[in-house]
């Protein structure tokens, strides 16, 4: 059974940054596609960013792109999120999604394992 756990999150002032860490065990992690989402209090779950099985591709909801970098270490069973210029918008519970494929998703339905989450406050 696969199992993400994620950490790295924290209490931080607006422009400061953050790396995400997610550590997944269970399954081959080399040929599962990772991706990261957030869900902030009373919204819904929403897609921040993706990294295919090589981490070659990569992709970014608008909302993050050119502040947050998503990477892995296939050798470590490890993904990343480094979470640049915070806003207090960024604030949310961020999650990490796993699925088998090799490609680049963005709907939560695409994903079939999830972490618990870490929380990350911004304040302004």
């Known amino acids: 059974q696969a199992q993400l756990v994620e950490s790295g999150g924290g209490l931080v002032q607006a422009g400061d940054s953050l790396k995400l860490s997610c550590v997944a065990s269970?399954?081959?992690?080399?040929?599962?596609?990772m991706g990261w989402f957030r869900q902030a209090p009373g919204k819904e779950r929403e897609f921040v960013a993706a990294i295919n099985w090589s981490g070659s591709y990569t992709y970014y909801s608008d909302s993050v792109k050119g502040r947050f970098t998503v990477s892995r270490d296939n050798p470590k069973s490890t993904v990343f999120l480094q979470v640049n210029s915070l806003k207090p918008e960024d604030t949310a519970v961020y999650y990490c999604?796993?699925?088998?494929?090799?490609?680049?998703?963005?709907?939560?339905?695409?994903?079939?394992?999830w972490g618990q989450g870490t929380q990350v406050t911004v304040s302004s």
């Open positions: 999604a796993a699925r088998d494929g090799g490609g680049l998703y963005h709907r939560s339905d695409e994903y079939t394992d």
């Open positions: 269970g399954r081959p992690f080399g040929s599962r596609a």
